[in-house]
């Protein structure tokens, strides 16, 4: 029975039906499977040669069009759309920008692309189109490509399988710390700042001596990164050595300045060198916006002054300043620092992501130039065996001359005949003319190679002097394999051939060169002496005018409160109040948080103001409660309309961001009520049913944040006051005619937190407030 008979055979056919699986199943290969071409194919480097695909892909497509670093140019948009179509069918603006970026020396320490015409600046304008510029491979990247010829690295297919590409460069330097990488895949991401190339095959060569070396003795050869926009590296050492010992960690880097006499006392700062991928024109901005909202108020203005140069100047407001201060508050309040992230994840061998060390991406690279020279080696062995092979056939014809040439005139087969014939001499590879010995029958002949080789010999070298020069060839080549089996033979020998090489490196490219001088400098942060922000304002008179819309304004001097003052339409006046230019403000709003202004970020008081809105984040829906002059010292009683408070120092009230601080916790349908400085030793609570409680203030607690504890229990309504005042004297307030009353005999009222309390006293103002 056939198996088209067989009935176990009866199965439908599954091809073009439809198969059900779990959703979750499904997604999670799918999305695994995308995950890893990320990781694999697109946001990580090969921790050998430091290059993702795409920039693989476009310096192998720039050697292939034969655009050297001594050739000419071709445009860009030739290259990407080679690239594009060849090796990475992705979009040509993404390959495009890949390129630029390769020929950008502020963003790459060793340019590998040489460029012709805009490739963009460091104000982070964008290159030109591609139509427009055009490029060429620089020095190093021939370096990086040295050994394709020659079997260094294996090739694969490209994505259509025309073509091949290789899997990873020679990379003859490490090029994944000399010029750093940066990427986001999924799950993992990966940032390593450029070093110094001379540094690193110092490292190396130190890795070559003593393969055990620690990673502190290797920073010592390799003390930090190297950018190319230059800075100063202000890290201390002890975090350096962590942060290249596991991988991962930070660099503080900052702005290189200088002060510059402009005689007569007067001076200026002039920053000549900004951090790594720091935008000049986004840098100028923010110190702008420092000095308009007077962060910095020392700074008075900044010019950009740069041309082929940074040359960015900042004015100090009075020449007493002094200029230490000065940029050490422009450091913490600008990009002139920053700390650069090092997270040196990598593809180990090409497959497998790993954060590494220091010591490990270099003995990754140093395996990889092992291995490069090992195949490099055996190719060459191949070529010269090859030539040797034929310089054999080469000897013998040049040995029986006449009857080569008379087999070439009358043989109807030459090819054939020269194999058949049995020649009188002939030199084995590793025989010279005086160890020949006549060989014994059947031996002799020619192998096709040689026979081939010998039939397209031109008649031009059938002379005395070709066959010295092709014995001299075959002694120097024989010479040649011999070192090269010696060296496959030898690992000692093979790295001393590495540490040969990387020096060969070091002395095209090394600190010597124009290139490869050291750019960012080290130094110690230095401790700038923490002065209060208020101590750099210049203290003049106020008066804070804040409508119930929530438009404010500092009017210069204390103006007479009773006044009146213009409002928008609608609007009217809310708070007013005398206070200082160095005076914090402090707001609180119905949601229990507090926010920051300092009297001098105020708008001035010719118009109708500013929203406070614009200034703070503070909620659309969102009132204001209260609005107080920050006092070192003060405690302040703060409660929410559900009868809840406690008391809080006046520091814990100060938010260091406009998003503000929560300090009063309160529940959907409560609000803050009210927040009062602490004075005397009772406290005085009212609710919205008009009953009044007293008591000892030693019954609230002192907390930094929180809902607090109930000052005044209600069957209904809330509460509508309270104040603290000394029991001795009498709780005072004025009644509606505007007259002041008190009631020192408070017994009535006295009584524990928390309790109901009693109807206020006669005269007690209907709005139920004590001022």
């Known amino acids: 029975m056939s198996d088209a008979d067989d009935p176990s055979n009866d199965e439908p056919p599954t091809e073009g039906l439809t198969v059900a699986e779990p959703l979750s199943r499904a997604i999670g290969e799918r999305y695994l499977t995308y995950a890893l071409s990320t990781i694999m194919h697109r946001a990580l480097p090969d921790a050998r040669d430091g290059l993702k695909p795409v920039h693989r892909r476009i310096l192998f497509a720039m050697r292939e069009l034969r655009l050297s670093s001594t050739g000419g140019f071709r445009k860009s948009a030739k290259i990407a759309g080679d690239v594009m179509g060849n090796y990475h069918p992705h979009g040509d603006a993404a390959i495009y920008d890949a390129m630029a970026r390769l020929a950008q020396d502020f963003n790459v320490r060793y340019p590998l692309v040489d460029g012709q015409g805009n490739f963009g600046n460091i104000d982070g304008d964008s290159p030109a189109a591609s139509r427009y510029t055009e490029a060429r491979l620089t020095a190093l990247a021939e370096v990086l490509m040295e050994g394709l010829a020659e079997n260094a690295v294996d090739f694969r297919p490209n994505y259509d399988g025309t073509l091949e590409e290789?899997?990873?460069?020679?990379?003859?330097?490490?090029?994944?710390?000399?010029?750093?990488?940066?990427?986001?895949?999924?799950?993992?991401?990966?940032?390593?700042?450029?070093?110094?190339?001379?540094?690193?095959?110092?490292?190396?060569?130190?890795?070559?001596?003593?393969?055990?070396?620690?990673?502190?003795?290797l920073v010592a050869h390799v003390p930090g990164p190297d950018f190319p926009t230059g800075g100063i590296l202000v890290e201390p050492r002890e975090t350096i050595l962590e942060t290249y010992a596991t991988g991962r960690g930070a660099f503080r880097l900052r702005a290189r300045w200088e002060r510059e006499e402009l005689g007569r006392g007067n001076w200026q700062i002039v920053v000549t060198e900004i951090p790594y991928q720091v935008q000049k024109s986004k840098l100028i901005e923010k110190l702008a916006e420092v000095i308009e909202t007077k962060k910095v108020p020392l700074l008075a203005d900044v010019r950009d002054e740069s041309a082929e140069d940074v040359r960015i100047v900042l004015e100090p407001r009075a020449?007493?300043?002094?200029?230490?201060?000065?940029?050490?508050?422009?450091?913490?309040?600008?990009?002139?620092?920053?700390?650069?992230?090092?997270?040196?994840?990598?593809?180990?061998?090409?497959?497998?992501?790993?954060?590494?060390?220091?010591?490990?991406?270099?003995?990754?690279?140093?395996?990889?130039?092992?291995?490069?020279l090992r195949r490099r080696s055996e190719h060459r062995i191949q070529k010269i065996d090859h030539r040797l092979e034929v310089l054999e056939g080469f000897i013998i014809a040049y040995l029986n001359l006449d009857r080569v040439i008379d087999i070439i005139r009358y043989d109807s087969d030459p090819k054939l005949a020269l194999m058949r014939e049995s020649w009188g001499r002939s030199f084995p590879k590793a025989m010279s003319e005086k160890d020949y010995v006549t060989p014994a029958p059947g031996e002799g002949e020619l192998t096709e190679v040689q026979a081939e080789a010998i039939l397209n010999m031109r008649l031009r070298s059938l002379r005395r002097l070709e066959e010295i020069e092709l014995r001299k060839e075959r002694d120097d080549l024989m010479a040649e394999r011999a070192g090269l089996a010696d060296l496959l033979g030898s690992e000692k020998l093979q790295w001393r051939r590495i540490g040969e090489e990387l020096e060969e490196i070091r002395r095209k490219f090394g600190k010597d060169t124009a290139i490869g001088a050291r750019r960012t400098a080290f130094a110690d942060a230095g401790?700038?002496?923490?002065?209060?922000?208020?101590?750099?304002?210049?203290?003049?008179?106020?008066?804070?005018?804040?409508?119930?819309?929530?438009?404010?304004?500092?009017?210069?001097?204390?103006?007479?409160?009773?006044?009146?003052?213009?409002?928008?339409?609608?609007?009217?006046?809310?708070?007013?109040?005398?206070?200082?230019?160095?005076?914090?403000?402090?707001?609180?709003?119905?949601?229990?948080?507090?926010?920051?202004?300092?009297?001098?970020?105020?708008?001035?008081?010719?118009?109708?103001?500013?929203?406070?809105?614009?200034?703070?984040?503070?909620?659309?829906?969102?009132?204001?409660?209260?609005?107080?002059?920050?006092?070192?010292g003060v405690k302040y009683l703060i409660a929410s309309t559900a009868g809840d408070?406690?008391?809080?120092?006046?520091?814990?009230?100060?938010?260091?961001?406009?998003?503000?601080?929560?300090?009063?916790?309160?529940?959907?349908?409560?609000?803050?009520?009210?927040?009062?400085?602490?004075?005397?030793?009772?406290?005085?609570?009212?609710?919205?049913?008009?009953?009044?409680?007293?008591?000892?203030?030693?019954?609230?607690?002192?907390?930094?944040?929180?809902?607090?504890?109930?000052?005044?229990?209600?069957k209904d309504g809330g509460l509508s006051d309270a104040i603290t005042f000394a029991f001795g004297q009498g709780l005072s307030w004025k009644d509606p005619a505007g007259r002041t009353r008190s009631e020192t005999d408070l017994s009535e009222w006295l009584g524990a937190r928390a309790g109901a309390g009693k109807m206020a006293p006669r005269g007690f103002p209907r709005d139920n407030r004590f001022a």
Not at 334 to 358: A, T, W
Not at 594 to 614: C, D, I, K, S, V
Not at 652 to 664: C, D, F, N, S
Request: hydrophobic share 45%.
């Open 645 to 714: 408070g406690f008391v809080v120092p006046a520091e814990e009230l100060v938010a260091q961001t406009k998003t503000g601080k929560q300090v009063l916790t309160v529940r959907d349908g409560v609000k803050a009520a009210l927040c009062r400085p602490v004075t005397g030793d009772h406290v005085a609570v009212v609710g919205e049913n008009r009953k009044l409680l007293v008591f000892a203030l030693s019954e609230l607690p002192e907390m930094a944040r929180g809902k607090g504890v109930r000052l005044q229990k209600y």
């Open 527 to 632: 401790e700038v002496e923490e002065v209060p922000f208020e101590a750099m304002i210049e203290r003049e008179p106020i008066t804070v005018i804040c409508s119930r819309m929530g438009w404010i304004r500092a009017m210069k001097g204390h103006v007479d409160l009773t006044v009146e003052q213009k409002f928008k339409d609608g609007d009217g006046p809310r708070f007013a109040f005398h206070a200082e230019t160095t005076d914090k403000i402090l707001i609180l709003a119905e949601n229990g948080r507090f926010y920051t202004l300092l009297g001098a970020n105020l708008p001035g008081g010719r118009g109708m103001g500013e929203p406070l809105r614009l200034m703070v984040d503070l909620p659309n829906d969102t009132g204001m409660t209260d609005m107080i002059l920050f006092r070192a």
């Open 319 to 372: 020449r007493t300043v002094d200029p230490d201060m000065l940029m050490g508050m422009l450091f913490r309040n600008s990009d002139l620092e920053i700390r650069f992230s090092l997270n040196m994840n990598v593809l180990i061998d090409g497959r497998v992501p790993k954060v590494c060390g220091l010591k490990e991406v270099l003995e990754a690279f140093l395996k990889h130039r092992r291995e490069v």
């Open 166 to 217: 290789p899997v990873v460069m020679p990379a003859a330097f490490p090029n994944l710390l000399a010029n750093g990488s940066s990427g986001i895949a999924v799950g993992m991401a990966t940032n390593i700042p450029p070093h110094n190339l001379d540094e690193l095959i110092t490292g190396c060569q130190a890795m070559l001596k003593d393969p055990a070396i620690s990673t502190a003795d």
